[in-house]
């Protein structure tokens, strides 16, 4: 049975797309059913980029690890991340959410690159559905690399430090 177009199918869309933008997600879908054969399926997703923070010798550079596109798939390489989150050092997220380098906006961030932390130190916090979730160190050591920006979103298992 074809397809029914519907008026408010457009304004939908764009609402949907609104919404991915003012609660800072990445992908949204969502069924929407007008009768038994008749329905919308819509998927709206967005660019995400992975900053990289690489300690060098006199002080931190920032680099673009990786981009993806709006279909999701990696325009860089999606090995060069995959093989941070598997580093012995790899500090990883343990859900999606968004990135606070810091306890509180004005406030100094909770380590640095060359910090030196203790196991159990808090290392960055995880906002997921309005809790805030502190990250541990899993092991004392140093801070080598620092993967992700204060206020990034990232996903459950997204690398976020190298602690050596």
């Known amino acids: 049975m074809p397809k029914k ?3 408010d199918d457009v304004a939908f869309i ?7 933008n ?3 997600l990445t992908e949204l879908q ?3 059913e007008y009768g038994e054969h008749d329905s919308l399926d819509v998927r709206v997703s967005r660019r995400q980029e992975v900053v990289t923070q690489i300690a060098a010798p006199a002080a931190p550079v920032s680099a673009v690890a990786a981009t993806t596109t ?3 798939a990696p ?5 060069a991340v995959e093989d941070l989150a598997r580093q012995p050092g790899a500090v990883t997220s ?3 959410g968004t990135v606070y380098m810091q306890a509180e906006p004005g406030s100094p961030p909770f380590v640095a690159v060359g910090d030196q932390v203790a196991e159990g130190d ?7 559905m309005k809790t805030m979730n502190h990250i541990p160190a899993p092991r004392a050591g140093t801070v080598r690399r620092i993967l992700v920006e204060d206020g990034a979103a990232v996903e459950y298992g997204a690398p976020l430090m190298i602690v050596e």
Not at 14 to 20: F, S, Y
Not at 75 to 79: H, K, P, V
Not at 122 to 128: F, G, R, Y
């Open 5 to 7: 177009i519907h008026d």
């Open 14 to 20: 764009r609402a949907l797309a609104e919404l991915l």
């Open 22 to 24: 003012d609660n800072d």
């Open 30 to 32: 969502v069924m929407r």
């Open 70 to 72: 709006a279909a999701g």
């Open 75 to 79: 325009a860089g390489s999606a090995d």
């Open 94 to 96: 343990p859900m999606v």
């Open 122 to 128: 808090t290392l960055l916090i995880v906002e997921a």
